[in-house]
């Protein structure tokens, strides 16, 4: 039975210089912690991480990425924590193995119409390629132990690894593991099927070891002779995809095909230019078929496989003349083939132990963009390949496991939406990951949703301000529209006045004379109570129509600069940007002149000190060499687009209230500049007084919109 003795020897075996009693260390801490568990098959379950670290291996991954893999299933299988791996194996290691956990959470039943949302998922929550590895080994591993298993979970599994890990294996140019884990899905999704193809194709290989050897020799020989440094390997195709192949072509039978096996010539690297060249002695040498020539080193396929493909005819013995199919590539090129394009640009990079063990090229995602040069002609594996792809795009569960793919910033309420009208319209609460949250709470990849409803719940206005998705926006909005008129009056009358107090302004009067002028037009009473109405059914927003009715005036400029600030005080690294950027380089203040803080100021570059600064006024300056000015703004100039608000935020006090104000105002990247308390006349009651520093209307307008839902919050009101 396999032994971590195994692993430490093919460990030295690749020559990784890995820590190995931490390698030891990480199975011991495996071992006891799945002590006593079994695999289906029997075996202690520790064999099956085992299997897993020994696989990872062959994609010469990094130390962490083979104690994760020993891990991998400790958190969720047994009593030991994340916290614990963390605590002996640092947070590196945690964040891999919380990363396999949260793929567990990527289940496919059938072949669902959401497959390929799901597959996007599963890559966009791998948010570390190095996790998608260890997952493809995991699977690997229990799809070769899967015939312990019950059979309705066998097919379940093997549907699963079908719809998701194999196109994504084959989607990194991971031949090896996809070509293995299609023959186990076959095995188990289509026994009869798959006992046909492997019975003939035992015999027909028993039948041509003989011939594929003396071919095999026969263009050994033939390469050797004319100097090359390769060799021929044969390969067999797999047995999904002669399957695949017998049912498009409408056959049955396995020698009817006559690409079951290819001759690889594998050249050393130094031969790249030299690949066509070989293929030209080739051709000349034993007729090609017309129209089986294929050139993917020019233009590689989607995955980043290269090779040149050709068949010919002439190269077998006398009297079983048949066409052989040649690839000829190098070794790199054969490398990435098995183990996919990343894993061979990880290869690369462990000659390197400097680079690979810098935090920045731990992010593998990052780097491979960078790496996009390297490997020519497969801008699209990048693309494929690149987590950004899905940064506007989130993918969440069902409680039961089904994906919703959603906008950026969805909330509980889009997410309801998306799986049924009535969902939406009498959602009451949301449960994110177990936990209660907000129905603006913004949702991200990953999260398991559920939507409490109540029968006679209905929209309100306040969705339609954080809602993302066009369907529900409109399905609130037709929910709105159908309300009761005069019902939906009173709201839109409670809506605009909440907002007039909370900018401190007195609220509508029953004439509703307020609106008399709106968007330049005089407005009858029945406009004006159209107007309001509108609001209500979300046709209009409140936050336009004060806009209109109280236009900038609400905001206040702040007064001029606090301090002119002293030279003396400037640091002047800080508070001096280039072009909008922090400077990088010496700076130092100079004797004839003074600084006040908005007057603008210039950079002179001296000779060999830096940058001297200067305020453009100064006659010194301006008499310098106008070649050797550059242009300096100071830092805070760039802020005093502000306006400074007062807020008094009335509360009933609850633990933890303030850090939830103050966390709204921070999301919104909104300054505090000042808190303070005031007495209320109830004692129940408290009021704080914030003084902010806000950009615009909008945001002022949102960020109260939004305090006003914090739990306890009673009232917000602008001030001043
Ligand atoms: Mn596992």
Known sequence: MISCNHLVNKIKKLGFEFDIPRIRLAFEFANQAHEGQKRFSGDPYIIHPLEVAMRILDFHPDEDTVIAALLHDVSEDTDRTLDDIENVFGPGVRSLVRGM????????????????????????????????????CDRWHNMETLAYVRPEKQRRIAQETLNIYVPIASRMGIYSIKANLEDLCFKFLNADMYKLIHEQLEFYTKQNTNFINTEKDTLTKFLHKRG?????????????????????????????????????????????????????????????????????????KPNGYQSLHTTVVGLGLEEFNRPVEIQIRTESMHRQAEFGAAAHWLYKYHENPDMYNSEKCLD????????????????????????????????????KGDVKDL??????????????????????????????????HELRSGDVVEVITKKDSEPNHYWLSFVVTSEAKSKIKSYLRNADPDKT????????????????????????????????????????????????????????????????????????????????????????LV????????????????????????????????????????????????????KLQWKDTQKSDMYVVDLSIEIQDRVGLLKDVVEVISSFGVNILDVSLRESSDSTKTLKLFSLAVKDYDQLVSLIMKLNVIENVIKVSKIN
């Open 364 to 399: 593998w995602i990052h780097e491979l963009k960078n790496v996009e040069s390297s490997i020519k002609n497969n801008t699209e594996f990048i693309e494929n390949l690149s987590m950004d792809m899905f940064n506007d795009r989130i993918f969440v569960l069902t409680p």
């Open 489 to 576: 009056f009173k709201e839109g009358r409670d809506v605009i006045n909440k907002y007039l107090e909370s900018i401190g302004k007195p609220v509508l009067d029953p004439d509703l004379l307020v609106l008399k002028r709106f968007k330049g037009a005089n407005l009858n009473q029945k406009q004006r109570y159209t107007l309001v109405e509108e609001v209500a059914i979300g046709k209009f927003s409140v936050k336009d129509l004060i806009k209109d009715i109280y236009p900038m005036d609400l905001l206040v400029k702040p007064k001029t600069k606090k301090s002119v600030k002293n030279s003396k005080n400037i640091d002047f690294s800080k508070e001096i």
């Open 407 to 440: 906008p950026e910033s969805s909330t509980p309420i889009d997410f309801a939406y998306a799986i049924h009208t009535d969902v939406g319209n009498h959602c009451v609460m949301a449960k994110v990951n177990d936990s209660v949250v907000p129905l603006d």
């Open 101 to 136: 956990e949260k793929l567990s959470q990527v289940r496919s039943r059938v072949d669902e119409p959401e497959v390929e949302n799901l597959r996007k998922m599963f890559l966009s929550m791998a948010s570390d390629l190095r996790v998608i590895y260890i997952k493809l």
């Open 579 to 630: 072009d909008g950027q922090p400077v990088n380089f010496p700076v130092k203040k100079t004797n004839c002149c003074i600084f006040k803080l908005p007057e603008p100021i210039g950079g002179f570059v001296t000779r060999g000190s830096g940058v001297s600064v200067h305020n453009l006024k100064c006659k010194v300056f301006q008499n310098t060499d106008d070649e050797r000015k550059i």
């Open 228 to 300: 090359y440094n390769c060799r021929v390997a044969s390969r067999l195709k797999n047995q999904y995809s002669i399957y695949k192949k017998l049912k498009k072509k409408g056959r049955s039978l396995v020698s009817d095909l006559y690409d079951i096996y290819a001759l690889r010539v594998i050249v050393s690297d130094d031969l790249e230019d030299k690949l066509y060249q070989i293929l030209g002695e080739i051709h000349s040498t034993w007729s090609p078929l017309a129209n089986r020539f294929k050139d993917y080193v020019a233009v590689s």
